[in-house]
């Protein structure tokens, strides 16, 4: 209730800037959260996938010594 009479209070002329940044910036930082999730769940299998790639080489480990020593 604080929170919706502050909003009142401040929807005079200077109070709207007010209000629209600290509107802004709890958007801002929800948005973050959701974005982070978001990322966090595409990044992992594609970092799994990538050391996938690089811990077995597709032509096995003898192909891998041999192709590393040339």
Do not use: C, E, K, Y
């Amino acid at each position: 209730m604080r929170l919706i009479s502050w909003f009142r209070r401040s929807s005079s002329a200077g109070g709207v800037w007010r209000r629209s940044v600290v509107v802004a910036w709890v958007l801002a930082v929800v948005g973050a959260g959701v974005g982070v999730t978001v990322v966090d769940q595409v990044a992992r299998p594609v970092a799994a996938a990538a050391v996938a790639q690089v811990a077995v080489p597709p032509m096995g480990w003898a192909s891998w010594n041999t192709f590393a020593a040339q």
